[in-house]
């Protein structure tokens, strides 16, 4: 028996490559992206919490000031576990290529400020 001609029911699996190089082969739409002008400026945030529960993470993005003990929150994003994994994965992706361009991103010298810090 040749190898693509194996019955799934004997649990062998077609080969991952096999679908792979279908799914490379067919041509990707184009996504256009729409930004309102609010939306567009953007929100500096220096801080993001993150809860999730089986079927979602939330992300809360915000911003803390040094000297005061509250966060304001910008945006709150809720996301499937499959989504936030692209997302982990897209971030890494785009760092690489940020480190590739401009150096390594040193957190070794990142400190979390308290809330009664002055900021310097």
Known sequence: ???RDRPEAAGI????????R???????PTIRITLDDSVAQ????????IIHSPSEFVIDLGRIVPGRADVKIY??????????KQLLEALAQNISIFEQKFG???ADGASVFSSNEPSN
Do not use: C, K, W
């Open 104 to 106: 390594e991103i040193r």
């Open 42 to 49: 953007g929100e500096y945030i220096n801080f993001a919490n």
């Open 75 to 84: 945006s709150r994003v809720i996301m499937t576990p499959l989504h936030a």
């Open 1 to 3: 028996m040749r190898r």
């Open 22 to 28: 279908r799914m490379d082969e067919q041509q990707q």
């Open 13 to 20: 699996s077609p080969s991952p490559l096999r679908y792979r």
